[in-house]
């Protein structure tokens, strides 16, 4: 049998992340969690309480996983927040920690984790997009804007990334029933839906799946790539 | 201090050219160049060297220092010249941690 692979999976706390989480531990491989609040612990699954944008926290947490496991297969940078408003009722302070969270965030563990799969000939980056960011959606100009940033990040980190063996994609999920769309108006997130060619919510498994895909030894030349759900 | 780090230094060069052809060695000298017409290094590889070098500190010495700071590369005299001058850049930098 294989050896398992070691994924970390960020804001692995809850909603997808959470799935996520528990989908690769199910399949026996090794999987590491963080989220900032702390979360039950279940076989091949730890999980460790951290901000994604606490340079030094993420260091520690790579270095424990070195130590602990000399090295990383697969990174999913799930963890992301969003604040849904109108720009003029935004306030800076909502706009920064958006940007943290989902840019900061999202570069600081892609850095770490190519930093230690380089030296295993290679390793799986997967970031989060949205559908908001090519919808280019209203009220979300902050979170869509964040995206766009992760996509051009993810863009760059797979031909910065791609002689060392590692590949970078993304996966933009359409609306899913998380916390992250609870606040969101129901007719609001059925004219997204509407605006699909799959015209459904998406579950966790279509998310899944398209990990899954990414992550595939098979996928190697799958890199710089955006994949969003429900055909936007 | 200084001896620790040109230990390190060396172990670095070694777990770099530990994936290298033999006629690609980076000979541990501290004349060695890493910029320049005259270095084996390409970019990428000098990124290599460079990612090596600070997870020697950290592995050794337990301090994360990062290197190509900004401060790095507005110097006058690049501190990636040689493999002396990154040693000597090096020694600066955890010499002014320790002075706070």
Redesign the interface.
Known sequence: MAEPRVILVTGARKGIGNSLARHYAGLGDRVIGCSRKPADEYENYRHLCLDVCDE?AV?ELF?EIKSTHGRIDALINNAGIAAMNHALLTPLDTARRILDTNVIGTFLFAREAA?LM?KNGGGRIVNFTTVATPLRLEGEAIYASSKAAVENLTRILAREFG?MGITVNAIGPSPVRTDLVRNVPEEKLQSLIDRQAVKRFAETADITNVVDFFLRPESAMITGQVVYLGGV | MEEKVEKLMRDAVAEFNADRPSDQQLNDDTLTPLIGKSTLLDS?DLV?LI?AVE?QI?DTLDI?LTLADERAMSESSSPFRTLGSLQDYILQRLSEQDDG
């Open positions: 030094t260091g270095s930093r380089m002689e | 990428l290599r990612v997870e950290q994360r």
